[in-house]
């Protein structure tokens, strides 16, 4: 994260030398947006503020996005939903220049602002910059550097910003997500099933600006009155660097490929057991403690985590914490007859969700289908041959 603290550095010189400082009335200010990267925290893109004034010698970035893993436990607390981000400056040319190392294009909307207004926005800025001031408790949806940079917009501007709101698609926070998650990957999927039934909630017009492309697409038709007069609020955009399309090959490794697989292997074992007439508790057990350790994940992230897309999560219908236990216990060969209750209870669910998930007020990945045919497989070859289950 070295790039994270020479911002911070950079930061602690440019404030000072700032507070006084007043823009000429040719400074302009303007919305930076850059598209996705290959990143997981990357994914949705980012918001930025960019103060451009030759005249003062200033050409700086506010950006409300940074943060850093060497934070004390910081695992632990991004998965609780308690981390911390912060704003902080730098100068433009490093700021362009790590975009362009990461290959995402950089946009930039120039802001019509008056300059009482424009002195305004940068001096709550470097409010907002102060080290008192600088953390927030980042949240996904509603505090993050999107919907901050369009809070000091509708400021300085005394909340006179007009949204054309007549092309306002109705999508879901998931769909949202969706858009910006890579389809076929494993930080996708892990993603996709940890979000709950808040994320199927519909959003409003600006609860879609947690997006920073949503953020641009709303500033490019927002509108502000002066003197009785409409005008555009900020100008249209340019492209200030144009990243290179990333060209996806074939992933043999992929979670669609990988789960696939793993259910033909699992059915072509099952199969060689019921010929054999033994049963392999090594992949019973497997199954069984893997999905435990999903579940536990889920019901963490469920009921103690403050993360607003997690609560709630019908996955946990098929992904049992108590499979963890299930699988311990399974290795011993006296307690088998005793554990084949609970796996009719897990057929029994696991049928039960597959053939109501589509009414169920939760939109699911489509690769469950598959780890439920194995669950189902690997309980109900049990309970079918339970002879086997000693031998």
Not at 127 to 140: A, C, Q
Not at 361 to 388: E, K, M
């Amino acid at each position: 994260m070295k790039f994270v603290w020479l911002c911070l550095m950079l930061f602690l010189f440019f404030v000072p030398k700032s507070k006084a400082l007043v823009l000429s009335p040719d400074a302009n200010i303007s919305l930076l947006t850059c598209e996705t990267g290959d990143e997981i925290y990357s994914y949705f893109g980012h918001s930025a503020v960019r103060i451009n004034d030759p005249k003062a010698g200033v050409d700086y970035v506010f950006n409300y996005g940074v943060f850093s893993f060497d934070t004390p436990n910081f695992a632990w607390r991004f998965m609780k939903g308690e981390t911390d981000y912060m704003i902080a400056g730098q100068r433009m040319n490093s700021f362009l220049e790590a975009y362009v190392e990461e290959n995402r294009t950089v946009y930039e909307q120039i802001l019509d602002l008056t300059p009482i207004e424009k002195q305004a926005l940068f001096d709550a800025l470097l409010e907002n910059s102060k080290v008192e001031n600088r953390l927030y408790r980042y949240r996904h949806f509603s505090d993050n550097c999107s919907t901050r940079v369009r809070d000091q917009f509708e400021k300085c501007v005394n909340h006179a910003l007009h949204y054309d709101t007549s092309k306002d698609p109705k999508l879901t926070y998931r769909q949202l997500i969706d858009q910006c998650v890579p389809v076929n990957s494993w930080d996708g999927f892990g993603i996709k099933i940890g979000l709950g039934i808040p994320t199927d909630e519909q959003t409003t017009f600006a609860q879609k600006m947690f997006l920073p492309i949503y953020l641009l697409n709303s500033m490019a038709s927002a509108t502000v009155e002066r003197d009785g007069v409409k005008k555009l609020f900020v100008q249209p955009k340019t492209i200030l660097f144009q990243a290179t399309p990333r060209v996806s090959a074939f992933d043999f490794t992929s979670p669609v490929v990988f789960f696939i697989a793993l259910f033909i292997l699992i059915l072509g074992l099952t199969a060689l057991e019921v010929r054999r007439k033994s049963r392999f508790v090594w992949l019973d057990f497997l199954l069984f403690f893997s999905l435990g350790l999903c579940g536990l994940l889920l019901s963490f992230l469920c009921f103690v985590s403050l993360l607003e897309a997690t609560g709630s999560n019908l996955n946990l219908i098929w992904a049992l914490p108590t499979h963890f236990i299930f699988a311990i216990l399974w290795l011993f060969k006296s307690l088998r007859p005793r554990l084949l209750g609970y796996l009719k209870f897990t057929v029994v669910s696991s049928a039960l969700f597959l053939l109501g998930m589509a009414f169920l007020p939760q939109t699911f990945h489509w690769l469950v289908i598959p780890i439920c045919l194995i669950i189902i497989l690997r309980s109900g070859s049990a309970l079918l041959y339970r002879d086997n289950i000693v031998a």
